[in-house]
């Protein structure tokens, strides 16, 4: 019973020195110890959200960096993955839209390409 006494001493020692580092801390290592806590947590989110493609970079770009602070791992993943459906079914309909008038956009050419088909 002892042994268990003193362990919890000591880790309580710990903890408010831990505190007492917090609070005294130049501000300097409180923003690099916040920031470091919060890629830990965007690694960890990164992991659980499934492998996207190049456009995972922009979908974590466009969160901001106060949902970084206020959600968990699993909810930044959930988050990333809700926001590429998104995009995509975006995507999927603004293609159908311009299959559907009959012309694409041409980068190249900067001009709207017909894409249908002559008539017999």
Do not use: C
């Not at 969160?63 to 959600?71: G, M």
């Not at 012309?103 to 002559?118: E, G």
């Amino acid at each position: 019973m002892t042994v268990s006494i003193h362990a919890r001493i000591a880790s309580a020692n710990t903890l408010s020195k831990l505190q007492i580092f917090k609070s005294n801390a130049p501000k300097r290592d409180k923003q690099r110890i916040h920031k470091m806590h919060h890629q830990i947590k965007i690694n960890k989110a990164q992991r659980l959200a499934p492998k996207l493609p190049k456009a995972s970079a922009e979908i974590w770009r466009s969160i901001p960096a106060k949902l970084h602070s206020q959600l968990t791992s699993k909810q930044l993943a959930l988050v990333v993955e809700v926001l590429d459906s998104h995009w995509h079914k975006a995507a999927n309909h603004t293609t159908n839209e311009i299959i559907a008038e009959g012309y694409v956009w041409s980068n190249k050419h900067q001009a709207l390409l017909d894409i249908t088909y002559p008539q017999h």
